[in-house]
């Protein structure tokens, strides 16, 4: 049984099934992976009836998960599903994959892990999903409005209807259902969610020492900032030579994460992005002091980790799992990572809102991924039975053991699953008040703009000011505007 590699190698993937197991090990020089899936399987394309727990996962490093069950027997079918190369994801939808096929004979799953700007660029602007290369793919929420206006994405309102999903979209929280709608078509559906929020290390909030410094330092209490200004006087409290950082912020410009971190601090300070008419408006007193305190607090290593200009999200987190960081705003994800078995920081990380500008509300950003079927898949019926299949309630909770963050309301509100990861008990308040991103075609253009705002913030001493009405003087020029 072959294991197709990214790089046209393969490999020997040996299967000894027994009545209710399969023991899967791959060969090479040496043993590197064995796993067991406990299953009594029904072998049929009609809907699950019955859903074995795996134990382990297969994870071939810098490998697409290609497995072959049945080959030789009948006809492969292959879904090919592009995603980011990101370990969790890889490691959830490769057990997704494995236990479809057991249910599925014939059927292969090609998973293709990506860098996120080419999964972008594969998917959509080169035609991946359209012309049918890939039969699924991974989108940020972002991408979803361009995907819909190339053409690029099968509208699923006509699926749902003929061959539902259970409870969609009642049982999902609003914050996941509004973005992926777009008038009566249906995008995707969502599959890893944020939000945003504050990640702190409790322990470090909770320590006697700390709290007495911090009340003789600051005249208040050691406790989640609540302001932009307390985060700062905070962050350079707890800032040490041992290597600890107050904050780290996902600076590198990637398209993504400046952008949100722009909007929070836009919004945190009561105001917008765009204007009455859609049009973007950077050129505020609130969009002034928001580029002011980004580009101040990153500059300042007393405060911020002085690696945070070349972080993504992803990097920036690790880092606060790796004990190098007190507190961020970043995604729930985190939080939810930090209490899996074996981590050191488990039942040492909590969560709180995201601060504000003194007198204005707490918000938080909600942007997820979400799985979206190519119009020109050849294979649409079986696309989407494993939308159907991974949308399931008990896949949907089985899955945040690898880190993912559950999408239903029935796996945030999981008593067992709040009792490991307590942060679950907290993701469906701040869901509720998250916002979106402005909506529309180029969302792309506008985020590389924002990108070259904060590099230029990050590079030079340039006023923000000058800066941001440079900004608005290209999307001006660019006819940038959003529904």
């Known amino acids: 049984m072959p294991v197709r590699t990214n790089y046209g190698q393969s490999t020997n993937l040996a299967v000894q099934p027994s009545r209710n197991r399969a023991r899967i090990f791959v060969r090479r020089k040496k043993p590197v992976f064995v796993q067991q899936l406990q299953a009594n ?9 019955r859903i074995p727990v795996a ?39 490769a057990e997704e994959a494995i236990l479809f096929e057991e249910i599925h004979p014939g059927v292969r799953i090609e998973l293709v892990p990506v860098g996120i700007h080419e999964l972008y660029r594969l998917a959509l602007t080169e035609g991946g999903l359209r012309q049918g290369s890939f039969d699924i793919a991974l989108l940020v929420t972002d991408w979803l409005a361009e995907g819909l206006a190339m053409d690029a994405l099968e509208d699923l309102q006509p699926w749902q209807n003929r061959i539902p999903i259970s409870d969609w979209p009642s049982g999902w929280a609003h914050s996941l259902t509004r973005p992926l709608i777009f008038g009566h078509r249906l995008s995707s559906l969502p599959w890893h969610d944020g939000p945003e929020c504050l990640v702190y290390r409790s322990d470090l909030f909770t320590d006697p020492v700390r709290q007495a410094a911090h009340r003789v330092e600051l005249g208040r209490e050691l406790a989640p900032p609540v302001t932009w200004h307390e985060l700062e006087e905070t962050a350079r409290f707890l800032t040490d030579r ?24 836009v919004w945190s300070r009561g105001s917008e992005l765009l204007n009455s008419s859609g049009v973007p408006e950077i050129c505020t007193p609130q969009a002034f002091a928001a580029l002011d305190f980004y580009r101040r607090i990153i500059a300042d290593p007393t405060v911020c980790h002085p690696a945070s200009p070349q972080l993504d999200s992803t990097q920036s987190g690790d880092r606060f799992l790796a004990g190098e960081v007190a507190m961020m705003v970043n995604w729930f994800g985190f939080a939810a990572r930090a209490d899996r078995e074996g981590s050191p920081l488990a039942g040492k990380v909590a969560i709180a809102p995201i601060p504000s500008e003194e007198g204005y509300p707490h918000i938080s950003l909600s942007v997820f991924w979400a799985l979206a079927m190519g119009s020109g898949s050849a294979n649409k019926d079986l696309a989407w039975e494993f939308l159907r299949f991974v949308a399931r309630p008990e896949r949907d909770l089985a899955m945040t053991r690898h880190g993912t963050v559950g999408v239903r309301l029935s796996t945030w509100r999981d008593a067992d699953l709040q009792v490991r990861i307590p ?4 993701i469906e308040s701040i869901s509720l008040g998250a916002r979106q991103l402005p909506v529309g075609p180029q969302m792309a253009g506008f985020a590389a703009i924002i990108d070259s705002v904060v590099t230029r913030a990050l590079t030079t001493r340039d006023v923000s000011a000058v800066i941001l009405e440079a900004a608005q003087r290209e999307i001006d020029q660019r006819g940038i505007k959003f529904s």
């Open 242 to 265: 041992a290597g600890l950082n107050g904050t780290v912020f996902a600076a590198f410009p990637d398209g993504h994460n400046t952008l949100y971190d722009f909007a929070l601090q």
């Open 423 to 426: 942060a679950y008990s907290q």
């Open 55 to 93: 134990r382990g996962i297969l994870r071939l490093p810098d490998e697409t998960v290609d497995i072959h069950p049945y080959e030789g027997e009948r006809r492969m079918i292959t879904l090919r599903i592009a995603l980011r190369n990101y370990k969790d994801f890889e490691d959830a939808l």
């Open 41 to 49: 399987l029904p072998y049929s394309l009609s809907p699950v009836s």
